[in-house]
């Protein structure tokens, strides 16, 4: 793997959304009957690894030896984690945190190129608000990814539909909504 290969950001989503167009239209199976969410991740990452291939693309990954006990921790904001119900341990100063999918280089904490949650339209919201400020802080001066996306999936529907929100410098930059043609 390269050290370091610049991409830029709309680079960087059309990738998403053409592997996610692909898990749509290879793996809708997973989403038409509300299969399991690591399923449907690890099916994505592997089309996001044929356009990442400069870059590692992992899953659940929370190694880094950069980081307290070399895991991937984020800072508490205890304040917001009760804003949205997220349960946590009031005498901890951070939070191990495990991405549903990353692209980065492996041991290089100056490549942090792309950090993805997917939730499915039938989780509950108290995860999908977690996920999304995971997103905020995976983007932030903390962990400096360049590029957080949070897609969520419709399930047990006939619809081939997702909604995409797109965040860097630790907020939101943008939301669109992707309806694919069905297949019938």
Not at 2 to 31: G, Q, W
Not at 93 to 110: A, E, M, Q
Not at 131 to 141: A, F, G, N, P, Q
Not at 147 to 157: C, D, H, Q, R, S
Request: hydrophobic share 35%; with cysteine; charged share 30%.
């Amino acid at each position: 793997m390269s050290n370091s290969v610049a991409l830029d950001n709309n680079e960087i989503i059309e990738k998403i959304k053409a592997a996610t167009n692909l898990l749509f239209l290879k793996d809708y199976y997973l989403l038409e009957h509300d299969l399991s969410e690591r399923s449907i991740t690890h099916k994505l990452a592997g089309y996001l690894q044929d356009s990442f291939n400069e870059y590692n693309v992992d899953c659940e990954y929370n190694g880094s030896t950069f980081t307290l006990n070399e895991r991937k921790c984020i800072s508490l904001i205890k304040e917001k984690l009760r804003e949205i119900g997220k349960k946590f341990n009031p005498d901890a100063t951070v939070l191990t945190i495990f991405p549903d999918i990353i692209v980065h280089n492996r041991g290089n904490k100056n490549c942090n190129i792309l950090v993805i949650e997917l939730k499915k339209n039938l989780s509950n919201s108290k995860a999908k608000k977690f996920d999304i400020y995971k997103l905020e802080r995976y983007t932030s001066d903390e962990l400096k990814y360049q590029l957080g996306a949070f897609i969520e999936v419709l399930t047990k529907n006939k619809k081939r539909k997702y909604r995409i929100s797109f965040f860097e410098n630790g907020g939101l930059k943008n939301s669109e909504t992707i309806i694919l043609p069905n297949l019938n």
